[in-house]
């Protein structure tokens, strides 16, 4: 009698910023059959990010990260590889807490709680969504946290001292409380509308 073949398993994650306030978050879905480094991209497109810095994700005592760029990898077992671990393997449960670093320079910490595994019911590459979320992700090179709300307070007071810096910075057009949605999903389809499995 053949084996009945086990579904495809959907992670929903619920993602913040670390030490930002008020809090930056998403929520989002992806496939568990995704990498470690698949998982980093859709963090990066859903919190806005523009993928110019490291980044290492931790999981209880494992670390999982880029050993080709990642200085502090060692080949040990609680190293492991972001380009072929993906959640699947991992075995995480609902409820499970991950981080994900990102920019070692600016310290971005984003603390990832699974809030449901279910079954895929479409396509693998449909499944990659985010659901909601709120206010923007801070500008590259910023600074960390404490340099995001320094450079956003600046920029509510033109008479700030370090307005000019904060414009420079940020930009004229940048709105802490803007969150697209649309653009968020759009991006992502378009980054893995070719992914098959």
């Known amino acids: 009698m053949p084996q009945k073949k086990e579904p ?14 008020p809090v930056v978050w998403r929520r989002f879905s ?4 995704l990498t470690f480094q698949e998982l980093h991209q859709v963090i990066q497109v859903v919190m806005g990010w ?20 990642d200085d502090f990898f060692t080949a040990d077992p609680v190293h492991l590889d972001a380009r072929s671990e993906t959640l699947e393997a991992l075995l995480v449960e609902q409820n499970d807490l991950l981080t994900y ?3 070692f320079g600016d310290d971005w910490i984003h603390l990832l709680r699974i809030e449901s595994i279910s079954a895929i019911g479409g396509a693998i590459s449909g499944a990659i969504r985010c659901q909601e979320g709120a206010r923007a992700c801070p500008p590259e090179d910023i600074g960390g946290p404490y340099g995001y709300e320094v450079h956003v307070k600046a920029l509510a007071d033109v008479d700030d001292p370090g307005h000019d810096d904060a414009v420079a910075s940020c930009g004229d057009e940048f709105d802490p409380e803007a969150f697209d949605l649309n653009h968020i999903n ?7 509308r070719k992914r098959k499995k």
């Open 8 to 21: 495809d398993l959907l992670y929903t994650f619920y993602v913040e910023l670390f030490d930002v306030k």
């Open 30 to 33: 992806v496939p568990g059959k």
């Open 50 to 69: 523009e993928s110019a810095h490291l980044y290492r994700f931790r999981y209880g005592p494992l670390e999982i990260s880029r050993p080709d760029l």
């Open 101 to 103: 670093h990102y920019d």
């Open 186 to 192: 759009q991006e992502l389809a378009a980054r893995f």
